[in-house]
């Protein structure tokens, strides 16, 4: 039952409707420096395309924002930041580096471009600012892989995306917690039935879209 | 009957998340399916589509798989339930595990009404050993055996739920659902670990508690292969972030053989 990952990820690809993709320029003029990522300049414009392909770079592109985030955290911590705080951002800073980097490297030639980030809306020396956006970045991912999971037709990559959430949802739980204490399955995340969210790929995009300056498409993304 | 409890808890998301499967569904076209959503109370348009799309209700493969789980979810109910009411957690932890017992307690009765709504019988709830025949002497008068349990029930309870996902591919609702559940165990996990001092993630394949007994719940912790045929993910960071940026899932026997020594019958 295991089906081979980089064939699965080829035959979706290969499937990809090429019309999708016309029409969508994938800027190649760099907009500005990204991080340390080597691979194509930040893009003006991306689609994430169709398929298990669409959904991984869907998670693709989430992870690529919250490791820019947790790398900027960490170049430079905010004020009063204690060294057990230090520790668990610089820890989970490093698990979204891995994340992401993992993505693009099974993705290949299918991986979107890098995304350009816009964190203007954080004030990165704020403990309470920073903590916040990472609270609002790790309730989103797991929404966001939670909703994702049933759009996966290919089993290994639905067993990977749960492999990935239940992690964020182990950085949720910290973050919340560092903020308040007992908030870490807090009733805002965690409804009456004791489920947490899952959230579609066009309500997830929009929560995130005031962090990203590259326009996302996901046009082409399954919806059931 | 028992899906009337959770009718009676349904709040706004649920509720949202049927509407939108609703639109989602008409837009697919599949409009028997969106009627029968249409026509059915909103807690069963959730957990049992199959139950009213399909004669014959939920296939025994996902009746059997949410069997499981509720057999887990028992053990933790029962678990957290005794130890409040033994009063081995100090009134610092209290709100800690009385969150946590709470969700327990509603996956028990989610699982229960959709095994049910789906024409499946509810597996009854086992007599439980919280000693495991003495493994673990005092889990409710001594607080660190409480919690380096908790912790483990937890852990393996992440890894037991990731471990079913694919059996439940063929139920889009239902998936939905385990993940939902999936991740809230990983946020208890989390909480609990870090209540003991460890990190809300786990390093390699250690459990930071002081028994063997509890090394089955995290041998292969330490995988840092992703991806068949494999991509070490140890090359973006180093092996111990590899291994704690993604959770590994259990088969159901391996979980069994975890659970096993606490049920006495």
């Known amino acids: 039952m295991e089906l081979n990952f980089l064939d699965g990820l080829a035959r979706s690809t290969s499937r990809r409707n090429f019309l999708q993709w016309s029409g969508i320029t994938i800027a190649v003029a760099a907009v500005g420096c990204s991080d340390n990522n080597t691979g194509p300049s930040p893009a003006t414009t991306v689609d994430l395309g169709s398929g298990d392909t669409g959904i991984l770079n869907y998670a693709y592109a989430l992870e690529q924002l919250e490791a820019a985030f947790y790398t900027q955290v960490v170049a430079s911590f905010y004020a009063g930041a204690s060294a057990g705080e230090q ?15 993992f993505l693009k490297a099974a993705l290949g030639s299918a991986a979107i471009a890098d995304l350009a980030v816009d964190f203007t809306s954080i004030t990165f020396t704020d403990r309470s600012s920073v903590l916040g956006a990472a609270k609002a970045f790790e309730d989103l991912g797991v929404s966001a892989y939670n909703g994702a999971g049933k759009l996966l037709t290919n089993p290994d990559y639905l067993v990977l995306a749960g492999k990935i959430v239940s992690v ?16 870490f399955a807090g009733s805002d995340v965690v409804n009456a039935n004791g489920l947490d969210q899952a959230k579609a790929p066009s309500e997830v995009l929009t929560a995130a ?8 498409t996901a046009n082409n993304l399954p919806t059931t | 009957m028992k899906a009337k409890t959770i009718l009676g808890s349904l709040d706004a998301d649920l509720t949202a998340q049927v509407v939108s499967r609703r639109g989602a569904l008409a837009k697919s076209g599949k409009m028997a399916g969106a009627l029968a959503l249409a026509s059915m109370p909103v807690a069963f348009g959730l957990m049992a589509k199959s139950a009213f799309a399909q004669a014959g209700g939920l296939p025994q493969g996902i009746i059997d798989v949410l069997n499981f789980a509720l057999t887990l979810e028992y053990l933790e109910d029962e678990f957290y339930r005794s130890g409040l009411n033994a009063g081995v957690i100090p009134a610092d932890a209290l709100p800690i595990f009385q969150t946590i017992s709470a969700h327990e307690a509603a996956h028990v009765a989610l699982l229960t009404g959709a095994i ?26 001594d607080y660190p055996t409480f919690q380096a349990l908790s912790q483990g029930f937890e852990d393996t309870g992440v890894r037991a739920y990731k471990g079913q996902a694919t059996a439940l591919m063929a139920n889009d609702d239902i998936l939905t659902t385990a993940l939902q559940i999936h991740s809230v165990e990983a946020r208890h996990a989390s909480a609990v670990r870090r209540l003991r001092g460890q990190k809300g993630w786990i390093t390699g ?10 090394q ?18 140890a090359q973006f960071g180093t092996a111990d972030s590899a ?11 391996q979980v069994l053989a975890i659970a096993t020594p606490f049920i006495v019958a």
């Open chain 2, 205 to 214: 394949n250690q459990s930071g508690i002081a028994s063997a007994a509890v």
């Open chain 2, 116 to 141: 049910s709504s789906g024409g499946g019988t509810p597996a009854t709830k086992p007599n439980f050993d919280f000693t495991a025949g003495g493994t673990f002497p005092n889990p409710f008068t």
């Open chain 2, 243 to 253: 291994s704690e940026a993604f959770d590994e899932p259990l088969t159901k026997d």
């Open chain 1, 87 to 101: 520790t668990i951002l610089t820890d989970i800073k490093s698990h979204e580096v891995i994340h992401r980097d």
């Open chain 1, 168 to 183: 964020e949802a182990r950085h949720a739980a910290a973050i919340r917690d560092l903020l308040q204490a007992n908030s």
């Open chain 1, 209 to 216: 879209d005031v962090y990203i300056t590259t326009t996302v």
């Open chain 2, 216 to 233: 089955p719940i995290y041998n292969g912790e330490e995988n840092t292969t992703q991806g068949v045929p494999g991509i070490d993910t």
